[in-house]
């Protein structure tokens, strides 16, 4: 009994020994970050203090002319950081590295990187949307996947990935947000969004919730215009705002406010949420304790561009209690209006050290005061190693989604049936039958119209009917052409339905004769040989719909297929 007690308390004097180390490890980084902060801070001019607000856009896909107007950019005003959009990753990490000897203060890369560099850039990986993990039910995968996306980013020069979405999808109807969001069901978008954020954060890229104070009930998109949000205050509270709520409470580094009319929460009808005081800081700030960075939404958007000047509305934005002023018109002018401001006492030095410390302490946190450039050597490789595909497969695995099986699944090998394929949509469906016909006896008849096609399917046992869209992304239904295709093959012959795109496709589709039907979300060659494995046997499906289809399939969903 005494060696018991004299282990624990070795144990016990260890981890009390370990925490103290912790907290004095804390403690003296602490004051190194802010020492370093200050240090920065205290020499630089009121412009360059002002300029360290806004982000702006870069392109490695662009002529000599972009990449010096961006190097005149940030000599003239000392920009804070840019965001990358289009190019390829070699392109970009030379421009990254010649932006960065340029500055004086070294810049924070940004990039909307949800699913993946590939959101922006060739050359490199994408992973399944966030739709498709939200329909994963081993979050572990969801992590890993954050993890693998700060992986890339990291290897990249990228400090912020503006991710994850956290709108909560409500709107089939949305035309900016769907298979973005993780679900319609507040507790997995917040399940997904706490397991994809501590992926990538653990890989020190700084994660950024979006669209404050939420995106996903609306019908507009607020690129071209200000969507309205016509949810009560209550509700907001309650539903949209929950995310972020668990997320502050778990470290998350940085939350996009986006250009939302939201009468509930700014009396003045019709002010963008991004320049609303009321939104930004009464609520993000004060009320929900949000302390890492606050990002605006693209200020070049029509959802906040057209309500004032260039200048007057990143003025307005910084007034509102945001940090960093993403993507203005005319960054001169908006750096003219705020130090015009300071002059005129309507900015204190407090309001404006109050953002700018706070960006030099996340470029301290991703270890920008030891910036190192970009190693060329070996990027793609490194970029495209064989763990991506892997980790893609299992995402698959876990996610697709049987939705109906009237004991028509698993079709077996040796059952002697004739199988009929039939591919729709505007996808590519070679992967899919390449694999079917790997373990059966397929006929395909994509090409034949009808009514030849339905008198060809008559002497078949079964009929695998699959529907691909080229652009995964999209949440419009399926034309009336194939709706009709599909219903009236299904009132002949015994049909399996697989889709290859989101399950909103689906939302006009009569399912009563149809007897097997299996959502693959997404048109990609492991997705499509994912789901041949789960047809014929191999592998079952495990994942559950995280938005509802229609009234007859609403969220939660998933049947097991058997073996």
Not at 262 to 287: A, F, M, Q, Y
Request: glycine share 6%; proline share 2%; hydrophobic share 40%.
């Amino acid at each position: 009994m005494k060696k018991l007690i004299t282990t624990l308390l070795v144990l016990l004097f260890v981890v009390s020994s370990c925490d103290k180390k912790q907290a004095v490890n804390k403690s003296s980084e602490d004051t190194e970050r802010t020492k370093w902060v200050d240090s920065i801070y205290n020499k630089m001019t009121l412009k360059e203090k002002v300029g360290q607000l806004f982000m702006i856009a870069a392109y490695s896909n662009k002529d000599q002319k972009h990449t010096d107007s961006l190097n005149k950019l940030i000599k003239e005003y000392a920009i804070g950081g840019l965001v990358f959009f289009q190019g390829g990753p070699v392109r970009q990490a030379k421009q990254t590295n010649l932006y960065q000897a340029t500055s004086k203060v070294p810049l924070l890369i940004a990039m909307d990187a949800e699913w993946g560099l590939n959101m922006r850039l060739d050359s490199t990986v994408r992973f399944p949307y966030n739709m498709t993990l939200g329909a994963v039910q081993d979050n572990d995968l969801v992590m890993k996947v954050g993890e693998k996306i700060g992986e890339h980013c990291s290897r990249l020069g990228v400090h912020i990935n503006f991710a994850p979405v956290v709108d909560i999808n409500t709107n089939s109807k949305n035309p900016i947000i769907g298979v973005r969001s993780f679900s319609e069901d507040k507790y997995n978008v917040t399940e997904k969004a706490l397991a994809y954020t501590e992926g990538m954060q653990s890989q020190n890229v700084l994660a950024c919730a979006k669209h404050f104070p939420g995106h996903g009930d609306t019908d507009k998109d607020s690129h071209k215009t200000l969507p309205t949000v016509t949810l009560s205050k209550e509700r907001i509270d309650s539903v949209e705002m929950y995310p972020y709520k668990k997320l502050f409470k778990n470290n998350m580094a940085g939350v996009m406010v986006g250009h939302l009319n939201v009468p509930s929460l700014e009396k003045n009808d019709g002010l963008p949420s991004s320049l609303s005081h009321e939104i930004v800081t009464n609520i993000l700030k004060e009320r929900l304790q949000f302390k890492g960075l606050i990002f605006t939404d693209a200020l070049e958007m029509k959802g906040v561009s057209t309500f004032k000047e260039p200048g007057d509305v990143d003025l307005a934005a910084f007034k509102a209690g945001n940090d960093v002023l993403l993507m203005g018109e005319d960054v001169s002018k908006g750096i003219s209006k705020i130090i015009e401001a300071y002059n005129n006492k309507e900015v204190t030095e407090e309001r404006l050290a109050h953002s700018v410390k706070k960006i030099l302490a996340s470029k301290f946190d991703v270890d920008l005061n030891n910036f190192k450039p970009i190693e060329i050597e070996n990027l793609i490789s490194d970029l495209n190693d064989e763990t991506n595909d892997v980790l893609n497969e299992a995402v698959f695995i876990d996610a697709i989604t049987a939705l109906k099986n009237n004991e028509i699944l698993p079709i077996k090998k040796d059952a002697n049936e004739k199988i009929a394929f039939v591919g729709l949509g505007d996808g590519n469906s070679a992967s899919f039958l390449n694999a079917l016909k790997s373990h059966l006896k397929v006929d395909d008849f994509s090409d034949l119209k009808q009514p030849e096609l339905l008198k060809k399917l008559k002497t078949y046992d079964k009929v695998i009917v699959s529907y691909h869209r080229l652009n995964s992304r999209l949440t419009k239904k399926i034309s009336d052409e194939d709706k009709l295709k599909i219903e009236e093959i299904a009132k002949s012959n015994k049909v399996v339905l697989d889709v290859f795109a989101s399950q909103y496709s689906l939302e006009n589709l009569d399912f009563e004769n149809i007897e097997a039907a299996i959502i693959s979300y997404e048109n990609t060659d492991i997705a499509q040989n994912v789901s041949a494995e789960i047809i014929i046997g191999n592998k079952d499906t495990k994942g559950k719909l995280s938005a509802s289809l229609n009234d007859e399939f609403i969220a939660g969903v998933g049947i097991e297929i058997l073996k």
